[in-house]
C-alpha cells in the first residue's frame, strides 16, 4: 500500500505511516490516527494532502497543536517540522514530489496566531476600553494611605508611601 509520508515519534518509537490524503487524529477508536492519551481530544486535529504538502488543522483541541514550538490553527507542514499533539512530539516526513507536488508550495492561508503581535497586557486582557479611556486630566483614583493613621486618609495613587 502506497504511503504519503510517515510520522516519527520525536525521542523514537515506531512510525506512524499516512496512508490517506485525509486523516482525523485523535483519542476515538473511530479516528485515523489513534492516540491513547488522556491529554488528547477525542477529534484533537486532521491532517490534510493539498497540492503534494500536508496541513494540520485543530479541531478545537482542549491542549492545542504546535508546529516547531508555535501555537497554530491551521498550518501547512514542510518536510521535517516537528508536529505536537498536545504534548506528544512527531517529525513528518514526506516528499511533496512524490505526494504529487508540481510547483511551490502552496500558500500558507492559515490564520497566523497572533500571539506575538499583541502586547502582554493586551492578551491579558488589561487595555480595554476601561483602561484606555482614562484621560490624563482625570483625577486619579485615591487610596488609602497605610503610613498615616488618621481614619479616613485618602492619597493618590503618584503620593509616595
Not at 77 to 97: N, Q
Request: charged share 25%; with cysteine.
Amino acid at each position: 500500500m502506497a504511503t504519503f509520508g510517515e510520522l516519527v515519534p520525536v525521542g523514537g518509537g515506531d512510525p506512524i505511516p499516512l496512508l490517506k490524503k485525509t486523516l482525523l487524529i485523535g483519542r476515538r477508536e473511530s479516528c485515523d490516527i489513534v492516540l491513547r492519551f488522556s491529554n488528547v481530544s477525542a477529534h484533537h486535529c486532521q491532517l490534510s494532502l493539498e497540492e503534494g504538502y500536508w496541513f494540520i488543522k485543530d479541531q478545537g483541541s482542549r491542549n492545542g497543536v504546535k508546529v516547531n514550538g508555535f501555537r497554530v490553527t491551521e498550518k501547512r507542514l514542510d518536510p521535517g517540522d516537528e508536529l505536537a499533539v498536545a504534548k506528544h512530539h512527531y517529525t513528518i516526513l514526506y516528499s511533496p514530489e512524490d505526494c504529487g507536488a508540481t510547483g511551490p508550495p502552496p500558500q500558507d492561508e492559515a490564520i497566523p496566531n497572533d500571539i506575538m503581535k499583541k502586547s502582554l497586557l493586551e492578551r491579558a486582557g488589561l487595555l480595554g476600553k476601561r483602561f484606555l479611556s482614562r484621560s490624563s486630566s482625570e483625577e486619579e483614583p485615591k487610596r488609602f494611605n497605610v503610613k498615616n493613621n488618621q481614619a479616613g486618609q485618602l492619597r493618590k495613587n503618584s503620593d509616595p508611601l
